[in-house]
């Protein structure tokens, strides 16, 4: 009972990261898309769906638009509730997997949590957010994008980009969570600790020792 208790403790710390990217993306999402609950007495007016705000310059703006797919804008036809219920199981299996894992390396973990950090963010928006605005039944909502970067002319064998997908950041938490991975992946194996390498000679030598002077 007491290591599952440690155990309990040392994955909760972890998805501390977990929650802030959770609270980030979500109130950064009710700033683009604006927000109303008058009993609490919330009023966020956001922005226009497909309207943009330069940050720096043509670089980078906020673009709001939105998706009832995947990360960047993917979509997914017909799908939207079996992505939702995908999402669920998903996240559930990470924080599984984050406890199974509580002894790991603690970059291996919050590679792990800003995954988790990034499913969650994305699931909330499938989940409630067709609900909260009015605009679909529960597990039928549309993620809130806005990230808008520019990026390099790229016109080959038919696919054409100007400029990278619009994206939010739960998006960009589930994309470091896996690119640390594969940066770091070596890292997080536990090597084992190599055997000092044995002289066969001295061997040889000390079992000659033993028959020529055998022990009364």
Same mark, same amino acid.
């Given at each position: 009972?007491?290591?599952?208790?440690?155990?309990?403790?040392?994955?909760?710390?972890?998805?501390?990261? !977990?929650?802030?990217?959770?609270?980030?993306?979500?109130?950064?999402?009710?700033?683009?898309?604006?927000?109303?609950?008058?009993?609490?007495?919330?009023?966020? +007016?956001?922005?226009?769906?497909? !309207?943009?705000?330069?940050?720096?310059?043509?670089?980078?703006?906020? %673009?709001?638009?939105?998706?009832?797919?995947?990360?960047?804008?993917?979509?997914? &036809?017909?799908?939207?509730?079996?992505? %939702?219920?995908? $999402?669920?199981?998903?996240?559930?299996?990470?924080?599984?997997?984050?406890?199974?894992?509580?002894?790991? +390396?603690?970059?291996?973990?919050?590679?792990?949590?800003?995954?988790?950090?990034?499913?969650?963010?994305?699931?909330?928006?499938?989940?409630?957010?067709? &609900?909260?605005?009015?605009?679909?039944?529960?597990? =039928?909502?549309?993620?809130?994008?806005?990230? @808008?970067?520019?990026?390099?002319?790229? @016109?080959?064998?038919?696919?054409?980009? !100007? #400029?990278?997908?619009?994206?939010?950041?739960?998006?960009?938490?589930?994309?470091?969570?896996?690119?640390?991975?594969?940066?770091? =992946? #070596?890292?997080?194996?536990?090597?084992?600790?190599?055997?000092?390498?044995?002289? $066969? %000679?001295?061997?040889?030598? #000390?079992?000659?020792?033993?028959?020529?002077?055998? %022990?009364?």
């Amino acid at each position: 009972m007491q290591k599952f208790e440690e155990g309990i403790n040392v994955t909760v710390r972890v998805l501390f990261l !977990t929650a802030f990217i959770v609270i980030a993306d979500q109130v950064s999402k009710f700033v683009i898309k604006g927000l109303e609950v008058p009993s609490l007495e919330i009023s966020i +007016k956001g922005m226009q769906l497909g !309207t943009s705000i330069p940050v720096l310059g043509d670089f980078l703006r906020i %673009t709001f638009i939105e998706n009832p797919g995947m990360a960047f804008g993917i979509e997914v &036809v017909d799908g939207k509730l079996f992505l %939702t219920l995908f $999402s669920i199981v998903a996240s559930a299996g990470i924080l599984l997997y984050l406890y199974v894992m509580r002894t790991e +390396k603690l970059l291996f973990r919050i590679s792990l949590a800003l995954i988790l950090g990034g499913a969650i963010g994305n699931l909330i928006d499938r989940t409630f957010y067709g &609900v909260i605005y009015n605009e679909s039944e529960l597990f =039928h909502g549309k993620v809130v994008d806005f990230i @808008d970067i520019d990026f390099i002319n790229i @016109d080959l064998w038919g696919f054409s980009l !100007t #400029r990278f997908w619009v994206f939010n950041i739960a998006d960009a938490s589930v994309s470091i969570g896996v690119l640390m991975m594969l940066l770091f =992946h #070596r890292s997080f194996v536990d090597q084992d600790e190599a055997l000092p390498a044995v002289d $066969s %000679t001295s061997v040889s030598a #000390r079992e000659s020792s033993t028959e020529s002077n055998p %022990t009364t």
